[in-house]
T-cell receptor
């Protein structure tokens, strides 16, 4: 059974205090590892797709990296508007095209 | 504007009364999917569809049905809703181009079954 585990469950940072969120996965024949941002009461918003170990992608203050067992979302000098829940999901391979989501990390950035 | 729309956005119903939640996308995406989101359990995939007339079960399909008669629409049907189906439901769509897979989510449907 595919599993995606995110840590920590919640993270509180001061504005400008860089940190990382972790996503460890056990996904059969991983096709891709996705990161989403979700604001309260809204649908998830796509951030990144990573396809192979060693790959990195960046967008503003966010950088996502992938190894064979986990992915990290690095947040550099966060701002209060970065506060949200960050979700990680694994896209399985073979004849399945299922997505398995982690439970998310609730990030709060205080001014 | 590229978007995924869901209707209704909010629904309160009673146990056993059949209901349908509609989902439509205007991006000509092949892949569409339904999720439910519950506190402490995260997002869980209910059903997905690779294209017209092609559907498959996700992790929590029990109590739900779907159909994909047209590329743009992917309704979620609850034949006999029960209180444990009270949840926040999201529809999503994506292009399937090699491994490229950027999913767009709808705004959500909050369902309460009493």
């Amino acid at each position: 059974e595919d599993q995606v585990t995110q840590s920590p469950e919640a993270l509180r940072l001061q504005e400008g205090e860089s940190s990382s969120l972790n996503c460890s996965y056990t996904v059969s024949g991983l096709r891709g590892l996705f990161w989403y941002r979700q604001d309260p009461g809204k649908g998830p918003e796509f951030l990144f797709t990573l396809y192979s170990a060693g790959e990195e992608k960046e967008k503003e203050r966010l950088k996502a990296t992938l190894t064979k067992k986990e992915s990290f979302l690095h947040i550099t000098a966060p701002k209060p508007e970065d506060s949200a829940t960050y979700l990680c999901a694994g896209f399985s391979g073979g004849s399945n095209y299922k997505l398995t989501f982690g439970k998310g990390t609730l990030l709060t950035v205080n001014p | 504007e590229a978007q995924v729309t869901q209707n209704p956005r909010y629904l309160i119903t009673v146990t056993g009364k059949k209901l349908t939640v509609t989902c439509s996308q205007n991006m000509n995406h092949e892949y569409m999917s339904w999720y439910r989101q519950d506190p402490g359990l995260g997002l869980r995939q209910i059903y997905y569809s690779m294209n017209v007339e092609v559907t498959d079960k996700g992790d929590v399909p029990e109590g739900y049905k779907v159909s994909r008669k047209e590329k743009r629409n992917f309704p979620l049907i609850l034949e006999s809703p029960s209180p444990n189906q009270t949840s926040l439901y999201f529809c999503a769509s994506s292009l399937m181009r090699g491994n490229s897979f950027e999913q767009y989510f709808g705004p959500g449907t909050r369902l309460t079954v009493t």
